[in-house]
């Protein structure tokens, strides 16, 4: 009966970019950076890095404003007389921002003569601001004045002192402008947020800690979401502008869940299993959790990885059967919704139910992804390090560029939509990050349970390695600041930036061509200099068992061998006298 009920709720799973967010307060993190994970997740967004130089402008400059999602021109509004070098989400003071969104109230969706998107205000907003409180302010006075033409949205902000989560929502067509909340999180904590409001009520009298719309109440109440006569002190944001639903909890708080547990450990996890699965969407998680152990950037890139392994919600065929995981993997092809004439039960009717696919923070359909760390400790060319990596954060290594570096490694650099540029989606490139990277990726998921601990190995290796360059670039340049000037550091950080990272393009087109030689046409191929017939050892890998008996329980006598099974076999011939069976032969292996 749950079941019938819960596949009811599907229709109100709005479409939208599903993005996966974790901060992490100075206090919780192992090095006491800030740090801000991110992936952006859509099938037709392209894996670039995005930059933008520090510039000045002539009085009455204006600037073009094109939708990020869909490359539509919104406007034009007036330049600022100097903008700030951007490298990705994060600009030269360390100052950062990542979103994902949550789309909220149908009717507050779109906004006619709207001129700035989300991803708009993410961009201008690091161009015109040095701290996270002032990015704040500058998202709110953008709104203001220009309108909101995108759906809720929740941001991270950070800028090495302080982490913020804001949440926003359009007027709709009742007004120009959005309303928001932002919290600051607590020292010691860390937050996530993956495509559902998370800020309930919060307090109206804390400045320090809470900033937010002096209208975010009063509209609620103006368009009837908010009753006239019900508390200011209850008011929840959430609540009011996007109420959770099961698709909220399941296809996004869930990833939610998972990195708490992940940290938290089993109680937790039990805690809030239901409110995951969307069976209790009154025992919602915390806003902020406090971890035991401080987290490292690797901490956290190991979270980014994430499919629900070892939990209910594990789709590779580990913690239960599923039929969709014989090669034990943890990936579903789109869409994430589905239909069957089958009931819950197993039985075959003339009714249409619908099922779904699990949704992980790690999934292939992220066009980039990053780490961002703020040290404040650091002189600021220095401050910021950005760790970007292309498609699937489970396949992917993240090559570090510091945030004042003035020019970026030519396989990872481009324009997007929010540009007024068509990237070349269409277009396959070696030289291109984003396509070397799903190559090595697509491989990897057609024999999961093989390729990817191998890949997993790889990926942390080159991690570990690029943690301490860091360590060793920081050093120099730090020498190079205080003795020849902050121009010249951020050329010595600009020149390394672009090194490693045009490197690990090079490298990661050697390891797609290791993996093919070892696992193609479904064997496992190892050296062997020992062997003179090709200097290697080939093995066939099987399904799973289990996969063995479905086919036969499927299929019945189709594949059957005639007399295998029997107890006795007659044969009128000696066995050294019989013809070898065919499926002995190398060309049948």
């Known amino acids: 009966m749950m079941l019938r009920i819960l596949m009811s709720l599907f229709p109100l799973l709005v479409a939208i970019n599903a993005c996966s967010n974790i901060i992490v307060s100075k206090e919780a993190s192992a090095d006491k950076s800030t740090m801000i994970a991110y992936n952006a997740d859509s099938g037709s967004l392209f894996g670039s890095l995005y930059h933008y130089p520090a510039a000045d402008y002539p009085a009455g400059s ?41 789309g909220g109230i149908a009717s507050l969706q779109e906004q006619d003569g709207a001129k700035i998107d989300y991803g708009s205000l993410i961009w201008i907003t690091l161009q015109r601001s040095k701290t996270a409180r002032e990015a704040i302010e500058t998202i709110g006075e953008l709104m ?34 959005a309303v928001w909340v932002a919290m600051k999180l607590p020292k010691g904590s860390i937050s996530a947020h993956a495509n559902q409001a998370r800020i309930q009520t919060f307090k109206l009298n804390d400045p320090s800690n809470v900033l937010y719309a002096p209208d975010v109440i009063s509209f609620a109440r103006k368009i009837g979401l908010y009753p006239q006569d019900a508390p200011d002190a209850s008011f929840s944001f959430s609540d009011v502008y996007d109420p959770v639903t099961f698709s909220g909890a399941r296809f996004c708080e869930a990833r939610v869940w998972s990195v708490f547990s992940s940290i938290l450990g089993e109680d937790f996890a039990a805690e809030y299993l239901t409110y995951a699965q ?46 969709g995981a014989y090669t034990n993997s943890i990936y579903r092809t789109h869409p994430l919704s589905w239909t069957s004439s089958v009931n819950p039960e197993g039985q075959s009717t003339t009714n249409t139910y619908t099922y779904f696919n699990e949704r992980p923070i790690a999934t292939p359909q992220t066009g980039w992804n990053f780490i961002a760390q703020t040290r404040a400790y650091l002189p600021m060319p220095l401050r910021g390090v950005l760790w970007f990596g292309v498609d699937d954060v489970s396949t992917t290594v993240r090559t570090p560029v510091y945030s004042s570096a003035t020019q970026l490694p030519k396989g990872f650099v481009g324009k997007g939509p929010q540009d007024g ?19 090595v990726a697509n491989f990897a998921y057609s024999r999961w349970d093989l390729i990817s601990p191998e890949l997993v190995q790889i990926i942390t290796d080159k991690e570990s390695i690029f943690v301490n360059k860091i360590v060793e670039i920081d050093g120099e340049a730090l020498n190079r600041y205080h003795n020849f000037g902050a121009v010249n550091a951020v050329q010595y950080l600009t020149a390394q930036s672009v090194a490693i990272g045009e490197q690990l393009l090079s490298d990661w087109q050697r390891v797609f061509g290791e993996l093919f030689v070892k696992f193609r046409d479904g064997y496992i191929i190892t050296p062997n200099p020992t062997d003179p017939a090709c200097g290697c050892n080939v093995a066939s890998q099987g399904y799973p068992q289990q996969w063995y008996d479905r086919i036969v329980r499927d299929t019945g006598l189709h594949y059957y061998t005639p007399g295998s099974g029997e107890s006795t076999v007659k044969t009128e011939r000696p066995d050294h006298l019989k013809p070898v069976p065919k499926s002995s032969l190398k060309a049948l292996k």
């Open 62 to 102: 204006l600037r073009q404003v094109f939708d990020w999602d869909s490359g539509k021109y919104l406007g034009s509004i007036p330049e600022v007389p100097h903008t700030y070098n951007v490298v990705g989400n994060m600009n030269e003071f360390g100052l950062t921002i990542g979103e994902t969104t949550f």
């Open 144 to 177: 203001a004045t220009y309108g909101y033409a995108s759906e809720g949205e929740s941001f991270s902000i950070a800028d090495g002192q302080e982490a913020w989560i804001m949440e926003i929502i359009g007027k709709g067509n009742y007004e120009l402008g």
């Open 278 to 323: 969307g069976y209790n969407l009154t025992h919602r998680m915390p806003l902020f959790v406090f971890p035991s152990k401080t987290l490292s950037m690797t901490n956290v890139s190991a979270l980014m990885r994430n499919h629900y392994e070892n939990t209910p919600l594990d789709m590779s065929g580990e913690e239960f059967s599923d039929v």
């Open 421 to 439: 540029v068509v990237p070349p989606m269409m277009t396959f490139s070696w030289q291109n990050a984003f396509y070397v990277f799903n190559v």
